[in-house]
Structures are given as structure tokens and as C-alpha cells.
């Protein structure tokens, strides 16, 4: 069973916003690299961003500049602002989390990440 919990997904017009949460109170997500992940329908799952214990992001170029990865270590919450939404975006988004203390997230597989969410739909359509 999933130690987290994704919500804030929904449809969503094209150039509209959403911000996903993905909760946890199993643990602390202090030590853990975290990231977000989507599949769209007949696509592999892909990375969309990722963000560091130390708080470095990083994102696919589909979402750079329109995405942002946060997190509160202090409300075990990460989150996902997606803004000037496209139909492309349109798919299952999941968190995940690694418990690695690297300084950066830009070069850990998503296989490398061990605890998944459940997902949340994003539907980007007019």
C-alpha cells in the first residue's frame, strides 16, 4: 500500500493551472529526494521533475518554465504548480520519493525511486 497520497489533479482548459500535493504521514520526507512523474495515455512513464534534500530541481524540457517543484519538509508535502497547461500534459501524474542525500536529482532513474503514489488525472482539454 502506498506510504503517499496524491490529489489536486482534475480538468483543466488549455493555458489553465493546477497544483498537485502528494502527502505523506508514514515518514519524514526530510532525507528523500523526491519527483514527479507522468504517463500519458499509450506512453511510457516519463520524468517531469525532480527536487533534491537540498532543494535543487529539476525538470523536463516540456515543462520548463511553466512547472515548479516545491517542498515542505515540515508538512511532509511535496508539490507540483503546473501553469499554462498544454493538452500534452494530459496524463496520470505520480510522486515518488528515494531516500538519497545527493545534491542534485537530475541523473537518478525514476526504476531508482522505491515509494510511489497512487497517481492523480490531469486533463488538459477545451
Known amino acids: 500500500q502506498s506510504q503517499f497520497v496524491e490529489s489536486g489533479g482534475g480538468l483543466v482548459q488549455p493555458g489553465g493551472s493546477l497544483r498537485l500535493s502528494c502527502a505523506t504521514s508514514?515518514?519524514?520526507?526530510?532525507?528523500?529526494?523526491l519527483g514527479w512523474f507522468r504517463q500519458a495515455p499509450g506512453k511510457e512513464r516519463e520524468g517531469v521533475s525532480c527536487?533534491?534534500?537540498?532543494?535543487?530541481?529539476d525538470y523536463a524540457d516540456s515543462v520548463k518554465g511553466r512547472f515548479t517543484i516545491s517542498r515542505d519538509n515540515a508538512k511532509n508535502i511535496v508539490y507540483l504548480q503546473m501553469n499554462s497547461l498544454e493538452p500534452e500534459d494530459t496524463g496520470i501524474y505520480y510522486c515518488?520519493?528515494?531516500?538519497?542525500?545527493?545534491?542534485?536529482?537530475?541523473?537518478?532513474?525514476?526504476?531508482?525511486?522505491?515509494?510511489w503514489g497512487q497517481g492523480t488525472q490531469v486533463t488538459v482539454s477545451s
Open positions: 515518488a520519493a528515494r531516500r538519497d542525500s545527493a545534491y542534485v536529482c537530475n541523473d537518478t532513474p525514476q526504476n531508482d525511486y522505491t515509494d
Open positions: 508514514a515518514l519524514s520526507l526530510v532525507p528523500y529526494m
Open positions: 527536487i533534491s534534500v537540498y532543494g535543487l530541481a
